[in-house]
Nanobody, 116 residues
Framework: QVHLVESGGGLVQPGGSLRLSCAAS????????MGWYRQAPGKQRELVAL???????NYADSVKGRFTISRDNAKNTVYLQMNSLKPEDTAVYYC??????????WGQGTQVTVSS
C-alpha cells in the first residue's frame, strides 16, 4: 500500500524559505512521476511542480525560479525547496504520485502560511 507523508510546513515571513519533504512507503519514488500540488482556501487544487522518473522537472509559472523539486532515491523522499515566498503561496501543499489515471496517490497535506 502506498503511503505518502508530507512534512516541513509552517509559518514563514514573506521572502523566507521552507523545504517540504514527502516520504514514501510502499512505493519507489524514482520510478514514478512525483508532484507537489497546493490548495488555497476557496480555490481549486493546482499543480506546483513535477519530477519525472528520468529526472526532468516541470513547474507552474507562478513558482518558476523560486521553487525547486528534487528527490533523494536513497531516502525514497521527494522535496520542494521554496524560496522567496509570497503571501499568495499560502496553501495546503500535497504530495502526489502518478502511476496511471487509475492509480494516483496523495499525502495528507502540510500547511504553509506566508505572513508577516
Amino acid at each position: 500500500q502506498v503511503h505518502l507523508v508530507e512534512s516541513g510546513g509552517g509559518l514563514v515571513q514573506p521572502g523566507g524559505s521552507l523545504r517540504l519533504s514527502c516520504a514514501a512507503s510502499g512505493s519507489i519514488v524514482s520510478i514514478y512521476t512525483m508532484g507537489w500540488y497546493r490548495q488555497a482556501p476557496g480555490k481549486q487544487r493546482e499543480l506546483v511542480a513535477l519530477i519525472f522518473s528520468g529526472g526532468a522537472t516541470n513547474y507552474a509559472d507562478s513558482v518558476k525560479g523560486r521553487f525547486t523539486i528534487s528527490r533523494d532515491n536513497a531516502k525514497n523522499t521527494v522535496y520542494l525547496q521554496m524560496n522567496s515566498l509570497k503571501p499568495e503561496d499560502t496553501a495546503v501543499y500535497y504530495c502526489n504520485q502518478y502511476r496511471s489515471t487509475s492509480f494516483v496517490y496523495w499525502g495528507q497535506g502540510t500547511q504553509v502560511t506566508v505572513s508577516s
